[in-house]
Every structure is written in structure tokens, then in C-alpha cells.
């Protein structure tokens, strides 16, 4: 990374406690991702963009900000991007992974909360996050108990909209969304000063719908057997998306899919265990459970995660000639979305079982943040439907910290030699 202390100065970071930060994570992304063997070459631009993180992608919202535009920080895959394209802002998500956040976390919410919730607070508070010193607003949204209460903290730093996210889908439910994304839009125009026009909103439709697209490009490609991408680096490339300029992503992953075709041509099928994750998101740089099950020789095939196919399944149609058909459009694309916070959640359980199908699943791993309690309570529905089709499954319930590493490992090695 090159030298960018003036940036973070002028963004009012903590300096000494963002070096202590830095010099942790080339360690870990070395040891646990460039050690793998026999990386696709397109990988590099996401190692690039891992090692930049805090450094030239940083470097660009502040160039853009310059030029007036607005950078919004999101913690959820309900925010729609395509309002933030279509005010012509740059939006981040700022959800985090690093145990490094937790103590900061700690100073003002309880301890036993869920690490995602206590690390993005941490990063705030403690200013060693550039993104959240980026951002002009942040945009929250009524889903867990943790996160909603959490924006009341963070709303004595910074400017926050929080979307009022329905519990239950039906027809009502449908209809609030979409007054809850009219509410978006006036807030978003409020910011940035750009109205939100029918061409403007259908440019961001297809500009999120490409990004979905290509997801679910590299997705499809590890349908095959062996996947000719470890689930380590389909992680990256997922919790990259959430960082990086929109169209940039787009055009690296393509390549990267390009190159993975014709992988595909030459592959010669293997016998690993082929595993699919389902359960809370792994933001960066949580990379705890996939490098666990990968140096155990399985192969992780596809998440069933807000890091995984919930950030990409399903387009928005982007039929329609006034804004409310749009916004329609959009409410439906969106409030498909199967996260445990809502009730019921049966369509979550028709996806699993479709994944297993479809990515030739030989087990389950549930993966739970500790204290996550709707996607804890989930767990007993997850299991039902699998045990009914002899699926194997393992219940994990971890946090950011490595003190169970060994314990996680030794549960894993049992389940694999059992399926
Ligand atoms: S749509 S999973 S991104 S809420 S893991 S903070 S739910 S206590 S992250 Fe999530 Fe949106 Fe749902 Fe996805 Fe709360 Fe659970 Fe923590 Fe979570």
C-alpha cells in the first residue's frame, strides 16, 4: 500500500491505532490466500483490491467527493443500490468482519451482541475505518434488534436514514417498501441535489442489475465439478462487490469468469466434499470458517449468505414509464430477499434445497454469528428440510475471534469424514 497518511489525517482517523490495524491484514490475506495453490491470474486485481482497501479505493471517494458527489455507507443488502446509482452517488457497505473493531464495540454496546453489529459500531467510534470517514450519510434499515438499536449510537456521529424494512410479506408489506424507497429517494435527492428522474432510476436498475449479473456469472461457474475457483476467492470477490466502483467490479469479474471457462474446458472432475455455507454474512476480513474447510480439502461451492446469493439473485425489471412503476419493480426484487428477520421465512428454505440440487451439495454448514438470534432460531426449520433429503448438516456458531479455531476444525474434520 502506498503512502496515504494525509488522506486518512484529513479524514480524522485515529492514526496510531489504523497502523496497528494495517499491519495485521497483509499477514493474515498472505497466509490464507496466497498460499493457495493454482489461483486463477484474474484473481490479482482482488488481491490489488484488498491490499488498497484503505488505500487507493479510499483515495478515489475522496477525488469524487471533490467533484461533488455524495458516498453513502449501507449495512444491508435491502439498501437498493439502484437509488444510490440513480442520485449519482457512490454507496459502501461498511458491514464489518475484524475482531480488531470488537473492543471499541464493546465500550458502548454489550458484549454479548452480535460481532458484526459490535465491530461496524467499533469502527466508527475508534476512527480507524476510512469508509465510515468517507461517508456523508449512512443509510440503516429495521432488520435485527442489534442493528436497529446500533444506529441510535451511530446517529450521534453522523447523519443516518434508516429504512423501515416490513417483518412479514404480505400485500400491505409490499406497499410499505415501496413508500419506504419514495422516502429513500427524496432523502437521497435531499443529499446529493440530483433528482431522481425515470431515465436516471432505470440506469441504476440495469447498472445493479449487471453487477447481480455477473455475480451470478461466477456463481453458475462453480456449479461445476471440481468448482474452478476455491470458495476462499468467490468470497473475496463477494465482499469486494461491496467496496468497489460498480462498473470496475463488473468488467474484473468478467475476466475473472472468462478465465474460469476455459478452466472449466480442461478440468479433470475431483472427489472432494462439496459444501455449501448458509446462514450470516462474512464481511471482510472474515475469511475464518471457508479457510478452515478449505485446508481440510473440501471445497466451498456456494453461500447461502448476504455475501453470497442473497446479494445477487433475482434482477429488478426495469419495465415501466413513470417512477412508481419502478419503484414497484424494485420493492419486489427487494423484499424477495429471505433473511431470517423476517417471519416466516420459508422461501429461505426453498433456496437451500434448490442449492443443494443445483451446486451437487454433499453437506451443510450453518453458519451462525454468535448472538444472531433469528438466524439461531432458523436453524431447527434448516435442519428439518435437510434431514428430510439426507442432507448432512453442521451447525457452527462462531464469532471474529481465533480461540475456537481449533474446536471449529477438529468439528469440521468429523463432519467430513462422515459424509
Ligand atoms: S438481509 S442477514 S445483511 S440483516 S448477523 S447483524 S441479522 S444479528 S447481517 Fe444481515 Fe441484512 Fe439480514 Fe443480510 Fe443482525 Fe444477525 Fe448480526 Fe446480521
Not at 496515504?4 to 493474515?28: F, T, V
Not at 441504476?204 to 461457474?221: E, H, S
Not at 468448482?227 to 468470497?235: E, K, N, T
Not at 434445497?353 to 426449520?381: M, P, R, W
Amino acid at each position: 500500500m502506498g503512502d496515504y497518511k494525509n488522506m486518512w489525517e484529513n479524514l480524522d482517523m485515529d492514526l496510531d491505532k489504523h497502523d496497528i490495524l494495517c499491519s495485521a491484514l497483509p499477514e493474515s490475506f498472505g497466509e490464507i490466500y496466497l498460499t493457495q495453490k493454482n489461483r486463477p491470474e484474474s484473481m490479482n486485481y482482488f488481491n490489488y483490491a484488498l491490499a488498497e482497501v484503505h488505500g487507493a479505493r479510499i483515495e478515489e471517494l475522496q477525488k469524487s467527493k471533490e467533484n461533488g458527489k455524495k458516498v453513502v455507507g449501507t449495512f444491508c443488502v435491502f439498501v437498493p443500490d439502484e437509488v444510490i446509482f440513480a442520485a449519482d452517488a457512490i454507496g459502501v457497505g461498511l458491514c464489518s468482519g475484524s475482531q480488531f473493531w470488537i473492543e471499541d464495540g464493546e465500550k458502548v454496546l454489550p458484549r454479548n451482541l452480535c460481532p458484526l453489529v459490535k465491530a461496524f459500531v467499533g469502527a466508527k467510534i475508534s476512527r480507524t475505518c476510512p469508509y465510515f470517514q468517507s461517508c456523508n450519510m449512512l443509510v440503516g434499515e429495521t432488520t435485527c434488534d442489534g442493528k436497529k438499536k446500533a444506529y441510535e449510537i451511530l446517529q450521534e456521529y453522523m447523519p443516518i436514514h434508516v429504512m423501515d424494512l416490513p417483518q412479514m410479506k404480505k400485500e400491505k408489506d409490499f406497499e410499505q417498501w415501496q413508500q419506504e424507497i419514495k422516502i429513500f429517494i427524496k432523502r437521497m435527492e435531499e443529499l446529493t441535489q440530483n433528482k431522481v428522474t425515470v431515465k436516471r432510476l432505470k440506469e441504476g436498475i440495469r447498472l445493479a442489475n449487471r453487477k447481480r449479473a455477473v455475480l451470478k456469472r461466477l456463481y453458475d461457474l462453480r456449479k461445476n465439478i471440481p468448482s474452478p475457483i476455491s470458495g476462499l476467492d468467490a468470497l473475496l470477490v463477494s465482499q469486494v462487490a461491496f467496496m468497489d466502483d460498480p462498473d470496475r467490479f463488473i468488467t474484473k469479474t468478467e475476466q475473472l469468469c472468462d478465465e474460469l471457462e476455459e478452466r472449466v474446458k480442461n478440468q479433470i472432475p475431483n472427489t472432494k466434499k462439496r459444501i455449501m455455507i448458509t446462514g450470516t454474512p462474512m464481511a471482510i476480513p472474515n475469511w475464518k470458517l471457508h479457510s478452515i474447510v478449505e485446508a481440510l480439502d473440501a471445497e466451498i461451492v456456494v453461500e447461502e449468505t448476504c455475501t453470497g446469493t442473497r446479494y445477487f439473485e433475482n434482477q429488478v425489471s426495469d419495465k415501466g414509464n413513470t417512477l412508481d412503476e419502478l419503484i414497484k419493480n424494485i420493492a419486489q426484487r427487494y423484499l424477495n430477499i429471505h433473511c431470517a428477520c423476517f417471519t416466516p421465512n420459508t422461501g429461505r428454505m426453498e433456496d437451500i434445497l434448490e442449492y443443494v440440487k443445483e451446486y451437487k451439495i454433499d453437506g451443510v454448514i450453518y453458519y451462525n454469528l454468535s448472538f444472531c438470534h433469528t438466524y439461531a432460531i432458523e436453524y431447527k426449520q434448516v435442519e428439518k428440510i435437510l434431514k428430510d433429503k439426507d442432507i448432512p448438516l453442521l451447525n457452527i456458531e462462531t464469532d471474529y475471534s481465533e480461540e475456537d479455531i481449533g474446536q471449529i476444525k477438529t468439528r469440521i474434520e468429523a463432519f467430513l469424514e462422515m459424509i
